[in-house]
């Protein structure tokens, strides 16, 4: 019987201890804190769009994407935009094949979960691999020599990444994906 009003002697003495602080006291702190989370939100957006940036610019995916719109254009296809999440996800999976010796697109858990991963907002259509090549000229002719390949890049995806890493042993892994 005296549990009960010790307890609720117990739990008005925790509320009256919760009671917030006057209005002048509390400003501060608060808006310190409101101050310091959103200088770190946008030093967590620099960082990302400045990790972004590199590897959407990288020179080697650049020039890929340009010589794949050179193709396409032989072709009278439209030019493909370059994704930065499409990019992501064939840079992933370059460097997971190039690590590993996996040669597969299905490994690390496919195209479609890789453009998701790395937050594509379309829809992912295709992608094509390809080890050996020494450079960018051989690797498209490899895939336009392949004829699953050549109707993924010669499709009417909108978008395209691509990814390029080299293994321990100095083998090239080459990747693009496409979306739309």
């Given at each position: 019987?005296?549990?009960?009003?010790?307890?609720?002697?117990l739990t008005f003495a925790l509320a009256a201890s919760l009671q917030a602080a006057p209005d002048s006291q509390d400003a501060q702190p608060k808006k310190e804190a409101d101050t310091q989370q959103a200088a770190?939100?946008?030093?967590?957006?620099?960082t990302k769009s400045a990790d972004d940036e590199f590897l959407h610019k990288h020179p080697t995916l650049v020039k890929m994407w340009k010589h794949s719109n050179e193709i396409r254009a032989r072709y009278q296809l439209h030019s493909q935009r370059i994704s930065p999440?499409?990019?992501?996800?064939?840079?992933d999976h370059a460097w997971y094949m190039a690590r590993t010796g996996q040669f597969s697109h299905s490994v690390n858990g496919g195209f479609v979960a890789r453009a998701r991963r790395?937050?594509?907002?379309?829809?992912?259509?295709g992608e094509i691999i390809l080890y050996g090549s020494s450079n960018i000229s051989d690797c498209f002719n490899g895939w336009l020599n392949s004829p699953g390949h050549r109707a993924i890049l010669l499709s009417g995806a909108r978008e395209v990444g691509y990814g390029y890493a080299i293994s321990r042993n100095g083998t090239a892994y080459w990747v693009g994906v496409f979306g739309n």
């Open positions: 019987m005296t549990r009960f009003p010790l307890a609720l002697l770190e939100t946008k030093k967590a957006e620099d999440e499409l990019t992501k996800a064939a840079q790395h937050s594509y907002p379309g829809s992912p259509y």
